[in-house]
């Protein structure tokens, strides 16, 4: 049914005989074909056509139809869109023929009879000129309706897909390509070869229309991918990742939607007799701070979370689901011959692009941020939340004369407490930490608390009802400590910087 470039060197071509392939190609390897993966597979391009237009329809068996009419100056110009999509299509591992024309059935018949175009060999990027089939000529582009029908005359009766009969008719006819049954007469045609013959001719020039049904994006991402061969290193996983995530990209940029937090689930190989059978997938979370669809934040994270990751088992197929999916609006561009707007500050894309990494090396629960709570006790004042990545909007709350106003109130407080207050000996009723300590300010009372005894936040134990005399104190060695005093004695309960 189809072979790959390097089968196709050694002279194997579809339609031949398996005897005939393998006395050919010895070390032809043979899968037999499967329609259910086929139609994943083209589903799952159709989602990565979405990076390109929202305008994608299915052309079974194998083909994907993009309508890039409206959506050429987003992507300057043809040439350069074709590029990209010719780019993505290889480095996803496939082999493809492209082409361009005014009309679906056009395109089809164009592509059928252009040369193939091969991924690299060493690995997953395209080559150097994806544009230039590998026999030198050009990528099938017709732009201008008017010169249709030259750009297909060429064309042999195989690009047509004719039924058997029908082909053989033709060539009884004495017509060896798409220029000599464009040259025959309409009628005779719709008289000895029916009727739908002459109608694909309209549809392909463009004298009739040609409506295609739209791919509908599916309401939630979850494609699925099933490996080759077993993987037994987790960093050996990104090629094949990465085409999950190229398929998330397209899925929502057709929805203008960002992503928060997806997951990557690792199925694994199942050995028969093993205590190995029935192991649960290891689901692999990807967080970003803030939404995002750009393509390389996305595998920024998980070529990070991979590198750290220690496989239990051999790894056969994997799942990309996307979890926190919401809208996010496009942003303004810098238009030709604009200058570039001045930013003060620190750029928050950037803060992102940092947290991410941060949260993919140390984990998600090890990056956070503080948000104050309305509540005087130092270990419920705080609670963490994700990272925001608001800096001015926080740097202009604090500065805020009113957020000032409401914290005079309040004595000097350390920059990070203590999980738990470490209990300081005493001599003579002053407390010890290094030497004694020198109260420099205070007391400052902080008590009640009674309406959360014996509760927990965090997975700590609520401090309750409370009652304790603060100090801000200075040991021998220079440090300045945030101690307090109750009826069981002095403890430390945070350092200031």
Not at 325 to 346: H, W
Not at 470 to 487: I, S
């Amino acid at each position: 049914m189809a072979a790959n470039g390097a089968a196709r060197q050694l002279g194997v071509a579809p339609g031949m005989g398996l005897a005939s392939a393998w006395g050919l190609a010895p070390e032809l390897k043979v899968t037999e074909r499967d329609g259910a993966a086929e139609t994943r597979a083209l589903a799952g391009l159709a989602c990565w056509g979405g990076n390109f237009t929202p305008q994608v329809s299915l052309d079974p068996p194998a083909g994907l139809l993009l309508e890039i009419g409206g959506c050429l100056r987003l992507f300057g110009g043809l040439p350069a869109l074709l590029q990209q999509a010719v780019d993505g299509a290889l480095a996803q591992g496939y082999s493809l023929a492209a082409a361009c024309a005014p009309t679906p059935l056009a395109a089809r018949w164009l592509a059928n009879g252009a040369p193939w175009l091969e991924p690299a060999a060493d690995g997953p990027r395209p080559a150097a000129t994806p544009l230039l089939a590998e026999n030198g000529g050009p990528l099938p582009v017709c732009a201008d309706p008017a010169r249709l029908g030259a750009a297909l005359a060429p064309l042999s009766l195989d690009c047509l897909e004719l039924p058997r009969q029908q082909r053989q008719r033709l060539e009884n006819f004495g017509v060896a390509c798409l220029g000599d049954l464009l040259a025959l007469p309409r009628a005779g045609l719709n008289r000895r070869l029916g009727l739908q013959l002459a109608a694909d001719l309209a549809r392909a020039l463009g004298e009739v229309p040609d409506p295609r049904p739209r791919f509908p994006f599916p309401d939630t991402f979850r494609q699925g991918l099933e490996l080759p061969a077993r993987v037994d290193d987790a960093p050996a996983l990104n090629f094949a990742a990465r085409r999950l995530l190229q398929q998330l990209q397209g899925w929502l940029a057709s929805r203008g939607a960002g992503v928060g937090r997806c997951t990557l689930e690792l199925q694994h190989e199942k050995y028969a007799g093993s205590t190995r059978r029935g192991l649960p997938p290891t689901r692999l979370v990807l967080g970003f701070a803030g939404l995002t669809r750009d393509g390389e934040r996305l595998q920024r994270v998980l070529s990070e979370r991979l590198g750290r990751l220690a496989l239990a088992a051999p790894v056969d197929a994997l799942t990309l689901i996307a979890d926190q999916v919401e809208e996010l609006p496009g942003s303004d561009r810098q238009l030709p011959g604009q200058a570039p707007p001045e930013e003060e500050g620190t750029d928050p894309a950037r803060t992102a692009v940092a947290l991410e990494r941060i949260k993919a090396r140390l984990g998600e629960d090890k990056v956070y941020s503080l948000a104050a709570v309305p509540d005087h006790r130092p270990e419920q004042a705080t609670r963490r939340c994700a990272p925001n990545l608001d800096l001015h909007g926080i740097m202009a709350r604090t500065q805020d004369p009113g957020h000032s106003q409401a914290m005079a109130g309040q004595g000097p407080r350390p920059l990070w407490l203590l999980a738990h207050p470490q209990a300081l000996g005493e001599t003579q009723g002053r407390p010890r930490h290094g030497g004694p300590l020198q109260l420099l300010a205070g007391p400052e009372r902080i008590e009640s608390g009674w309406w959360d005894e014996g509760e927990s936040a965090d997975g700590l134990p609520a401090p309750g009802d409370l009652r304790r005399d603060y100090f801000v104190a200075r040991n021998p060695a220079g440090e300045w400590l945030w101690v307090f005093r109750d009826e069981s004695g002095w403890f430390l309960h945070g350092r200031f910087a």
